[in-house]
């Protein structure tokens, strides 16, 4: 016989008591693989939502505002022997038939056959790309529309212009249309088609691309373009970036390069010699990098600038609306702009001369506005010497050189023209609507190209056209120069690697495994200590076995080693069965994610998967935990003599008094701990937010050690000298409390540190609605939230600004609103399980925040002044920190807590980088951090480094609108009225801050959910002590019921013994725990479910009390004189 | 074979300076081969005696050599040793492991040193003692199978199994009827001649001490040939 056939012997033997400990091994291994296995499945599932959102996408081209000739998609196939898919991709709005139904910021995406090809097994449009529409399956939802089914559908307009120049019409800023529904895209259709690391599935409508070009005059334009990878993942951003820079032609940069109609003859004699080509932009003005590329591209080439000017005065008389050139000096004949031409010298025409009465050497004043945030028409003047007044003839008559205008250069007379300037008819004369039908936008006046660029440069160019003479130079050489000397990137045309971002999202997504193992904690430490308590229960049963084999010459480390074999096949088994129960526990957990903890995942599907490495993990660490909790427990049963154990004296152990030391062990932790808890307190009384919770949690913890050592020492105490005889059955019970001190710790202190973490966690909920109307609160003391799918280009703080978007006044004039613009990115709040790679970006004018005092930063890159310290309000400084200088690519940004620590992993001073539209990379330096805030998701950073970065960035799509709480409702329902077309959602702040404290508050649930689980099990090991407690002294119990104790009073007896340490367990636990959250307490947003936790903490109180009653019945039933006889 | 040279034990006691003296001034030699038997009233500190012998408790006062050895210089798992090998242990209640038949009790000693007898060799001797005993039809029964005279026969065996040199028998007919009790004495008897192993019994019992071949009573903490006090 060997060793390992008898522990499997004395398994099999013992088998309900192993069945217990095997059982309790299971709940632990099974707690434990569940919660990994949970990780394995959210893993898993960004997994497949990575590859249902992206197909075979591995990089993508994404231009957002740009637009490029959708025909590069073909070229980059070839050259890189792929598939290359152009979308057309703008924000839209969509509603069903009677608008009823409703959803804001969809994706329009007009595709064709290439972009199923990238990522379907099913193009939903069949062979027929003419007309239809496609919505995805939550679109559908949303809506609750079906094929067949009517929908309207609102895109945004693209201008060629940014909007955010007050020449661009603000009006049409969409499009609508009635639309059949085509079909339903789902998974297989590629339905979940999103290129931004989100679960979140996205609302897409599908259309077909040519269709929507036409509609919107963006004809063979794309601004996205996906590369589908192929098997060896060849192809690399830095390859597809160079095959761009090889197959880009000047359309793609939104370029045209187009010769000029006169022919022959000098500019004078009105001809362009020998011919002449000229480049200008789509977008009007020419990019900085495109314009200098352009005039470093021929010698003779002419930079021209020419602007729509108010107003040009000389004198008394000044003609209104008009334009002016800038144009490159040049000693050729290719421009007005002699070398000897100063800057602050104007030629005119003869019309203008004739129409003010100006001559040579006349001062003319020129009245322009130039662009400024909001669409503000900032005017402004400058004086210029008439050099020269040119006859109306040749060049001088050149409508060409006044680039197309949206709103002026295809309308017939001065009336028409339709610009946000505001024209005021009356100025314009007879005189004026001639010029207009004779000359068009010739302009009146030439300046010098670096006077106009003083005045008139913006950050969307310093040129609307070049020129160039095409002597010796052709059209396609210079286009090759122009291409040759750009970076694509600087116009928007860059490759990004999508796939391996989305990727890394999911690989340094939150680790929902740890989590749940976090959560889990408890309940497996529960399990444990339950599997401990039956475990030595087990083997002290067997006490006079082990007294044996001490005898037979056994060592104790044989003795020891044989019940470890025991306990390791009960761990393996265990292990085993535990983890197939963990995969029960992780599908129940799914659930619970699916359901009541549904906001924990935003909503998400959440797919099973368990790797089999996870569990192995899991079963191998079950048993390595187990077998450590079952070694900790052996050291001590056969460490005592042989004799005692062969007579069974185990029982009488409890007569000898605790030496001094041990016992005064527990009151010498007591008062260390409790001292240490005080001295915590008053050296960090100053401390902070997370410090101070940190700070009261780290005090509770020692106190409940306090309390713990304290139990201790009395129930040593008690176990020593009794200096007065026992007067009633609850000194009888108290007594017999002290003679298994070991236990009854273990029962006080697995109640305490349950109730200490349940009650502390439970404290820790918050109410969002708390104080939501200050401005330091996580509203900023705003009471609405918007968000619009169109952007609004004016200011609604102003009359003006209202009225030119034709909003009703009445109602609205006490309102503030702080504008934010947008840069979509992805979404860095809690409810992304994905870690934000690429964050949204906010542009904020800080002083508007920092006026308010909104928000509360929790932490800023400056140390703290003490003044700071001690006044929340003064944190509203830390918005200046948004105008700091941290050099050139170095931009200060400002986020939520959850955004910086959680979706970003980041924390103060730290630095993102980032890519500009341009292509550029900066880095975004996080210089503060707000207190949970509706600002979640996103990074803020200054409007002037915004648009600096992102001058393609139209208008505010972010609203914070500050109302009283009488009229928030009359404000939302006159705001989403009169800005539907803009796809407006306005939800109250609290409503959004809610959203993102549910998340939160989920997580609490978890954990107060588990943890009571593991409190029932801790309630079921007390009631297996009481058991254990309650059999060992049957023979006890029978002589009472000998003497004359009735069966009751027994009861009561051995009820009063564990409800002592039941109450010295629940005490300990509740007093610590109102001492860690004390921050949370005293917080004014504190949601303390102060009814939730004392119904738990009775729960406990009434488990505890019902398991103890069980188990005394149990034990006290049948007859006790067979015991007394056994004894 | 073994010696006790002014041997005495005495137990601390919460609040008694002075303590509980079970032995006092125990002087004993006892020659390989010999039998002898201690007797006295219950607490009288038979067993006491027996366990400090045995080696489970370690005396307060005194010497106790084996073969000349001081076994109070000697670490625990030499003690353990000497257990296992030199001597063998006969309870009162017999202690059989209840999940192990009757051969494998026997075997369990021989888990703790593999080195002193072969697996084989250990399973032919427990087979051998066991008929000796009369027990062969019941090798592989478990102990509830069995009477409790079985069961005391058994755990004799089971002392036997390493060929120790020193039998301690604490009270081992103490749970046995007469009939019982007589054949365990007469089977002690007998293997303390056939296997030339030295006996020393604790009993109350005289009729069972009369069995031994030399008979020593503990009373008041010493220890006297019996009628010499």
């Known amino acids: 016989m060997r060793l390992l056939e008898l522990a499997k012997k004395s398994l099999v033997f013992y088998w309900r008591t192993n069945l217990g400990v095997l059982l309790a091994v299971m709940i632990g291994t099974a707690i434990l693989t569940g919660a990994l296995v949970v990780g394995d499945s959210v893993r898993h599932s960004l997994a497949m939502m990575l590859t249902a959102r992206l197909g075979r996408t591995q990089l993508a081209l994404v231009a957002d505002n740009r637009f490029f000739s959708a025909g590069l998609a073909d070229k980059l196939a070839q050259e890189l022997n792929t598939i290359a898919a152009p979308v057309l991709h703008l924000r839209g709005i969509v509603a069903n038939s009677d608008g009823t139904k409703r959803a804001n910021k969809i994706e329009v995406l007009g595709v064709d056959d290439h972009f199923f090809s990238v990522g379907a097994d099913r193009n939903p449009f069949g062979d027929d790309f003419s007309e239809g529409i496609v919505l995805n399956e939550p679109l559908a939802a949303r809506l609750a529309v079906a094929a067949g089914d009517e929908v309207v559908l609102r895109i945004e307009q693209p201008s060629l212009m940014s909007r955010d120049i007050p020449i661009t019409p603000d009006s049409d800023l969409s499009i609508a249309f009635r639309f059949v529904v085509k079909g339903i895209a789902g998974g297989a259709e590629f339905g979940r088609f999103s290129l931004k690391a989100n679960q979140i599935p996205p609302l897409n409508a599908y259309v077909p691309m040519q269709w929507l070009q036409e509609k919107l005059d963006r004809t063979a334009q794309a601004n996205i373009l996906l590369a589908a990878g192929d098997t060896n993942e060849s192809i690399t951003v830095e390859r597809a970036n160079e095959a761009i820079k090889k197959c880009w032609q000047p359309a793609d940069a939104g370029l045209e390069l187009r010769s000029l109609d006169r022919q022959g003859g000098s500019l004078e004699a009105g001809g362009f010699g020998d011919g002449w080509l000229e480049l200008r932009s789509r977008r009007i003005f020419i990019d900085e990098s495109l314009a200098e590329a352009a005039i470093n591209a021929a010698d003779n080439a002419v930079g021209i600038l020419t602007y729509f000017v108010n107003e040009l005065r000389c004198g008394d008389r000044s003609a209104p609306y008009s334009m002016v050139t800038a144009m490159g000096q040049s000693a050729d004949s290719n421009s007005f702009i002699a070398m000897d031409i100063q800057d602050d010298e104007i030629i005119i025409n003869q019309w203008l001369a004739e129409d003010i009465g100006a001559d040579v050497d006349d001062l003319l004043e020129l009245t322009y506005f130039i662009v400024s945030p909001m669409r503000k028409l900032e005017q402004q003047k400058s004086t210029f010497r008439i050099r020269r007044i040119l006859p109306m003839e040749g060049l001088a008559i050149d409508a060409e050189l006044m680039p197309d205008f949206p709103g002026l250069a295809d309308v017939e007379n001065c009336r028409d023209w339709d610009t946000s300037i505001p024209i005021d008819l009356d100025k314009i004369s007879k005189r004026d609507e001639d010029y207009w039908d004779k000359f068009r936008g010739t302009p009146k006046a030439f300046i010098t190209l670096k006077a106009g660029q003083a005045m008139w440069a913006n950050r969307y160019g310093n040129l609307t056209a070049v020129r160039y003479s095409l002597r010796g130079e052709s059209k396609e050489n210079i286009a090759d120069k122009i291409l040759g000397a750009s970076d694509p990137a600087s116009v928007g045309l860059y490759f990004q690697p999508v796939r391996a971002r989305g990727i890394k999202a999911g690989d340094e997504a939150t680790d929902f495994g740890q989590l749940f193992l976090g959560l889990s904690m408890f309940l497996i430490a529960a399990a444990l200590v339950l599997m401990g308590l039956l475990f030595v229960f087990g083997v002290e049963n067997r006490s006079e076995q082990v007294g044996m084999l001490l005898a037979v010459g056994f060592g104790p480390k044989l003795v020891r080693r044989l019940l470890l074999i025991e306990g390791s096949l009960l761990a393996v088994l265990g292990a085993i069965a535990g983890t197939a129960a963990g995969l029960l526990y992780t599908r129940a957990m799914i659930y619970g994610l699916s359901t009541v903890w549904r906001a924990a995942v935003s909503g998400s599907a959440i797919y099973f998967r368990a790797k089999t490495s996870t569990l192995f993990v899991g079963a191998s660490a079950g048993v390595i935990i187990c077998l450590i909790a079952i070694w900790l427990t052996l050291r001590k049963q056969v460490s005592r003599p042989a004799r005692e154990l062969l007579v069974g004296d185990l029982k009488w152990q409890f007569f000898a008094a605790a030496p001094v030391s041990k016992r005064r062990f527990g009151l010498w932790t007591a008062v260390i701990a409790a001292v240490a808890a005080v001295v915590l307190l008053i050296l960090m009384a100053a401390a902070e937010g997370t410090a101070a919770a940190g700070v009261f949690f780290a005090a509770g913890a020692l106190l409940l050690i306090a309390g713990l050592g304290l139990t201790q020492f009395l129930l040593r105490m008690l176990t020593g000298r009794w200096s007065k005889p026992v007067t009633s059955l609850a000194g009888l019970g108290l007594r017999n409390a002290t003679r298994r001190c070991g236990r009854s710790l273990a029962v006080v202190g697995l109640l305490a540190c349950g109730i200490f973490l349940v009650v502390a966690v439970g404290a820790n909920k918050h109410d969002p609605l708390a104080n939501a109307h200050r401005r330091d609160s996580g509203t900023g003391g705003f009471a609405i939230f918007g968000e619009s799918t169109i952007a609004v280009l004016h200011d609604l703080n102003t009359r003006t600004g209202r009225e030119s978007m034709g909003l009703d006044d009445s109602g609205l004039e006490d309102i503030e609103v702080v504008q934010l613009r947008v840069h979509e990115g992805d979404d860095a709040s809690c409810l992304n399980l994905n870690r934000a790679q690429t964050p949204s970006l906010l542009g904020v004018q800080p002083e508007q925040l920092k006026r308010r005092g909104a928000f509360t930063f929790t932490k800023t890159i400056q140390p703290r002044t003490k003044k700071a310290t001690s006044q929340r309000s003064v944190f509203g400084a830390g918005w200046d920190l948004l105008n700091a200088d941290y050099g050139e690519d170095v931009v200060p940004a400002i986020g939520d807590y959850a955004t910086i620590v959680w979706a970003l992993g980041k924390s103060v001073g730290e630095t993102i980088e980032y890519s500009d539209e341009k292509g550029r990379t900066f880095r975004l330096r996080i210089v503060g951090m707000l207190k949970k805030s509706i600002l979640q998701g996103s990074l803020l950073i200054a409007e002037d480094e915004f648009v600096r970065r992102f001058p393609s960035e139209d208008g505010y799509r972010m609203f914070l609108v500050d109302a009283s709480a009488e009229k928030a409702d009359k404000v939302t329902g006159i705001l989403s009225a009169g800005l539907t077309d803009f796809g407006l959602a306005l939800t109250p702040a609290t409503t959004r801050l809610a959203q993102f404290n549910a998340v939160e508050n989920t997580y609490l649930s978890i954990f107060q959910l588990l943890g009571g689980l593991g409190l029932i099990l801790g309630s079921l090991g007390l009631g297996l002590v009481v058991l254990r407690n309650v059999l060992d002294r049957r023979g006890e119990l029978a002589m009472l019921r000998a003497v004359g104790f009735g069966k009751v009073a027994l009861k009561r007896m051995v009820f009063y013994e564990h409800g002592a340490l039941c109450l010295c367990g629940l005490a300990c636990g509740v007093v610590a725990a109102l001492v860690a959250v004390g921050p949370a307490l005293s917080s004014p947003a504190a949601q303390v479910p102060y009814l939730s936790e004392g119904m738990i903490i009775l729960a406990i109180g009434i488990s505890g009390a019902v398991w103890i009653w069980l188990a005394t019945a149990f034990a006290l039933s049948g007859s006790l004189l067979e015991a007394l006889r056994n004894e | ?229």
């Open chain 2, 1 to 229: 074979m073994l010696e006790l040279i002014n041997v005495a034990k005495s137990y601390e006691s919460p609040g008694d300076t002075v303590g509980l003296c079970v032995l006092k001034d125990i002087t004993l030699k006892v020659e390989k081969g010999r039998s002898v038997a201690i007797v006295g009233p219950s607490g009288s500190g038979k067993s006491t005696l027996l366990n400090i012998i045995g080696t489970l408790d370690r005396p307060s006062g005194g010497r106790v050599l084996f073969d000349g050895k001081d076994l109070a210089k000697l670490a625990d798992s030499e003690l353990a040793r000497i257990r296992n090998r030199e001597i063998g242990f006969v309870f009162q209640l017999h202690h059989l492991l209840p999940q192990c038949t009757v051969l494998e009790n026997v075997l369990v000693p021989t888990l703790a040193d593999k080195k002193h007898l072969s697996p084989k060799e250990s399973e032919e001797r427990a087979i051998n003692l066991l008929q000796r005993v009369g027990l062969k039809d019941h090798l592989l029964h478990r102990p509830g199978e069995l009477s409790g005279g079985q069961r005391q026969r058994v755990a004799v065996v089971r002392a036997l199994i390493n060929r120790p040199r020193l039998l301690l028998a604490d009270e081992p007919t103490g749970s046995l009827d007469e009939r019982a009790s007589q054949n365990i004495a007469e089977l002690l008897v007998e293997l303390n001649r056939s296997e030339q192993v030295t006996l020393i019994l604790a009993t109350h019992s005289m009729k069972l001490a009369e069995n031994m071949g030399r008979v020593l009573e503990l009373n008041n903490g010493g220890l006297a040939e019996k009628g010499k006090h």
